[in-house]
């Protein structure tokens, strides 16, 4: 792989202006991607690519490319000139950041990094061949390398690795769905995560409809992290509170959940996907966003702390250089678990309601009240007694997200990092630490097909 | 690049494969974009590489380099190869013919929009961004964007293409807040505007400051509105959101290799089966829908697809009766049926995926107003807010930015979060009515999901206005 931050220097050095950021991102993955129990999507991937952010009279502009040569970037540093000299000055551009002290961080396995494509061709075999129903899914694995470099003496670089085993199984009417991910690749078996969807799916078979209306619900780790993912791109976030578009907007210091949720922002946690810094080389800290279900803060990147001003910094949450618009959001979200010592324990909490294993395409309604719409999916059950009872067709459900969070009779102990990157564009990997989640209010608004296929 | 590919193709032969193309694809994108009056994005983005796309013993392969060079094809045809011999299993794959395909392809353009400069695109952002000032409006903002995409298809089937494809797009939006209340109202769509394969001439026609004071003072109207109200009734979705509609309950679901199975565990499957081609009823006899990657100024418009498939329009709804399927070679071979090219990736570092290319709903005859004239009670929705759907494609549910009562044929109060939801083919089945040709509009969006790793596609939709009875409306938390 190459010397992220010498291209990073690099690229910094070919700028003229008065100010220089440049940013590289180096990917080497492979995807064994698997259908019908057969590797479908096989893809290697090998690519780096360079932002280069440069302040020329307080203008400021981003050009990125893929060729590292002399030329190359050489006509990178020349768009990046275009690019800002086209803007007027931005007054309230806090400049470049100041170099800091960066935390140690986990996150890089050389096991990991030295798997090869035959490697993650027999890791998906692992799934397909433990499972005896049909399997969809993937194993990946790959290496991350960031790099920041600034004419300010910023000079970061973490390698990351990363690995999902993702299982979907099939059958007649019937689907289960497991997934496990982590930076070291010993750590995540996918001949087991296999187990887990089969177990799931075979006991989906004979889903029945359900009537809309509000219930009581388990929601495992897979759900309760995609809803809080979704949650967090309004209402996390520091763009969002300044917009208003936030459910923290005018709510910060309040009870607004119930007192077992605690929520952080925690890019240091050897247990999620750790990293070091952002993409402007600030330091990545711990950030309190809901405590004992009282809301706390969101994440600040240097721009929106300049503008909000009141003391707000950087808690180490710039995004990626081309994704600057959406403004910082939390990448490593962690939910603190509870007592419970399994999603079946939550059951026993509900008494009667309905246990969610999956959701599928959640979309904001409402981002000012946390109201998101989706489905469920691959492991949708009644919970009767305490117990888990009849399967469920695909549930569609429309939530407020701090309704279902205002009464939690309780969590699973141990919160388990659940892979949320789909790896749109370059490798970053990214996920929720969550345990499984019991509420009092999951409002059913309609009911689709069944399990299966 | 053409030499590069095959080179890439004549290595990817020589180890082995019974079957390889080549891709070679540069791309450059720019996007400005202005918030509140201040620029807040000005950027100028370049990639370019080469993936390698090989049949081994009935096992696919891919891989790719960044690098355009004899090294970086070779290397990356040697990678294919490896990976697809390492996959599991047994395997047989067959492709439909194709006949070789040859020849190139420009998009048609009056000024090429990358060439526009920098701060021509700053300037029209901030006009348009400042004809939305308005006291309540406490974010604006504006964008357009330019690609130009240069692209060398070779396979050892005979395949040796070279497309130009350019395209650009605007949008602006206002959002409203005012005692907790928050509103959004866009032009001339939401999540990103619209775009075309077309030069400058299409943003400026798209006129961004000429519609904005009328957006902000919906956006602003809005906090006042009344929420739509909860029931079954007449609705009638204006273009933009039918684009969607289409795009999630009929695009997705026609994708062979979704019915195939081979999105389960990401995006999903659909409901449709192969045996349903031409016999399931997916609407009323009004809803007549095609694929068409030769439509003018479609982002899926191309002459071949990513497989040297020649581009077709292609009927896949006729009076309500499914009729064809979007294919890959692989897909057509196992139906039996389909071509016209569906087959795209995302750059060069992706695996083609059988994609939307342009999926239009053919006009029907009238106007909007004849259409709304025979509702006597119901809703007119306009502009996407939310979207999803079932795994399926059969549970949808929407929502709208405005919404408007309709009462005795005339459009009456504004209403807020208007929400609707239903099952794809009762819903299309409930399609009374399509306005005509002078209604129909042609757009694209550009952030079509699909495929692990992830790509997006570029797609275009053609709508008119359509009216649709006894629609669940008003779904609430």
């Known amino acids: ?453 | 690049m053409r030499d590069l590919c095959a080179s890439a193709v004549e290595a990817a032969l020589a180890a082995g494969a019974s079957y390889a193309d080549a891709r070679a694809v540069v791309r450059r994108s720019q996007t400005v974009a202005t918030k509140n009056g201040r620029v807040e994005t000005v950027r100028d983005v370049e990639s370019e590489g080469l993936g390698v796309r090989v049949l081994v013993g009935g096992a696919w392969g891919f891989a790719c380099d960044r690098r355009l060079s004899n090294e970086g094809a070779t290397g990356a045809a040697q990678r294919s190869v490896a990976f697809a011999q390492a996959a599991p299993g047994v395997h047989e794959r067959t492709l439909a013919p194709v006949a070789p395909a040859g020849g190139t392809y420009e998009s048609r353009v009056e000024r090429d929009p990358i060439e526009v400069p920098l701060d021509d695109k700053v300037e029209h952002c901030l006009r348009a961004e400042a004809a939305l000032a308005h006291p309540q409006v406490t974010v604006t903002q504006a964008f357009v964007r330019a690609q130009r995409e240069r692209k060398v298809l070779v396979s050892s089937d005979g395949a040796s293409v070279e497309q130009e494809l350019v395209e650009c797009g605007a949008g602006l939006d206002a959002l409203a807040t005012a005692d907790g209340a928050y509103q959004i109202r866009s032009y001339p769509s939401a999540h990103g505007g619209w775009s075309a394969q077309a030069g400058w001439e299409y943003v400026e026609a798209l006129g961004l400051e000429r519609e904005a004071p009328r957006v902000a003072e919906q956006a602003v109207a809005l906090l006042s509105a009344d929420p739509c109200p909860a029931g079954r009734t007449t609705v009638v979705l204006d273009s933009e959101q039918l684009q969607l509609q289409l795009h999630e309950s009929v695009g997705h679901p026609i994708e062979l290799d979704r019915v195939y199975g081979t999105e389960a565990a990401y995006a999903g499957t659909s409901f449709l089966q192969p045996s349903d081609l031409g016999s399931l009823r997916y609407g009323s006899e009004r809803m007549n829908v095609t694929a068409d990657p030769t439509s003018p100024g479609g982002l899926g418009t191309f002459a071949f697809d990513d497989e040297g498939v020649p581009a077709e329009r292609q009927t896949i709804v006729e009076a309500g009766v499914l009729r064809g399927f979007l294919t890959s070679r692989e897909t057509a071979a196992r139906i039996g049926a389909g071509g016209g090219g569906s087959m795209r990736a995302d750059g060069w570092s992706r695996m083609p995926l059988v994609r939307m290319t342009n999926l239009n709903l053919e006009p029907g005859e009238g106007s909007i107003e004849e259409l709304l004239a025979d509702v006597d009670d119901g809703l007119y929705l306009e502009t996407n807010k939310s979207w999803s759907i079932d795994d399926k494609r059969l549970n949808f549910q929407f929502g709208t930015q405005i919404a408007w009562e309709v009462k005795r044929g005339r459009l009456g109060r504004m209403l807020r979060d208007a929400t609707y939801t239903g099952i794809t083919p009762q819903f299309w089945g409930s399609l009374d009515a399509v306005a005509g040709p002078q209604a129909w509009v042609l757009s694209g969006l550009t952030n079509c999901g699909k495929g692990q790793p992830g790509q997006s596609a570029h797609v275009s939709h053609g709508a008119a206005p359509a009216r649709f009875r006894d629609v669940q409306v008003g779904v609430r938390a």
């Open chain 1, 1 to 453: 792989m190459i010397d992220a931050l010498e291209t990073a220097e690099r690229a910094v050095a070919a700028a003229e202006a008065d100010e220089a950021e440049a940013v590289v991102l180096a990917e080497r993955s492979g995807f064994a991607r698997f259908a019908g129990s057969e590797v479908h999507q096989p893809t290697l991937v090998e690519d780096v690519s360079v932002s280069l952010r440069l302040v020329v009279d307080g203008k400021v502009g981003v050009a990125a490319t893929n060729d590292l040569g002399d030329d190359g970037l050489r006509r990178l540093a020349r768009r990046a000139a275009e690019s800002a000299a086209s803007a007027p000055a931005e007054e309230s551009f806090p400049g470049l950041a100041e170099p800091a002290p960066l935390p140690t961080v986990s996150g890089y396995d050389a096991d990991t990094a030295a798997l090869e494509p035959d490697d993650q061709a027999r890791l998906a075999a692992a799934a397909i061949d433990a499972s005896t129903l049909l399997t969809y899914g993937y194993f990946t694995s790959g290496v991350t390398r960031v790099a920041v470099a600034s004419s300010h003496g910023v000079r970061a670089e973490q390698t990351l690795t990363d690995a999902t085993a993702l299982v979907l199984t099939a059958g007649d009417e019937m689907s289960g769905y497991a997934e496990l991910t982590s930076w070291r690749a010993g750590d995540v078996d996918p001949a087991a995560v296999a187990r887990e969807a089969d177990e799931t799916a075979r006991r989906t078979r004979g889903a029945r409809p359900l009537e809309p209306g509000p219930y009581a619900a388990v929601l495992e780790r897979y759900a309760l992290a995609e809803l809080l993912l979704y949650f967090s791109y309004d209402s996390l976030g520091a763009l969002g509170l300044l917009e208003e578009r936030s459910y923290f907007t005018g709510r910060l210091g309040e009870q607004i959940f119930d007192p077992r949720i605690s929520i952080a922002d925690d890019a240091l946690d050897p247990a999620g996907l750790p990293k070091a810094f952002d993409f402007e080389g600030v330091p990545k800290r711990r950030v309190d966003l809901v405590e004992t279900g009282v809301a706390r803060g969101v994440v600040w990147d240097r721009e929106t702390a300049a503008r909000a001003g009141n003391g707000h910094v950087s808690t180490g949450h710039s995004p990626a250089p081309l994704e600057r618009e959406w403004g910082p959001l939390p990448t490593a979200l962690s939910v603190a678990g509870g007592e419970a010592a399994s999603p079946e324990e939550l059951a026993g909490l509900v008494g009667d309601g309905i246990y969610v294993t999956r959701l599928h395409y959640l979309s904001v309604v409402d981002p000012r009240e946390g109201v998101i719409t989706g489905m469920t999916r691959d492991g949708t059950f009644r919970i009767r007694n305490g117990r888990l009872a009849e399967p469920l067709v695909n549930l569609r459900f429309t939530v407020s997200v701090p309704k279902l969070l205002s009464e939690v009779p309780g969590l699973t102990r141990e919160p388990i990092v659940t892979n949320l990157n789909d790896f749109y564009g370059a490798r970053y990997p990214f996920g929720v630490l969550a345990p499984a989640l019991a509420t009092v209010h999951f409002n059913v608004t309609g009911t689709g097909s069944g399990p299966g296929i």
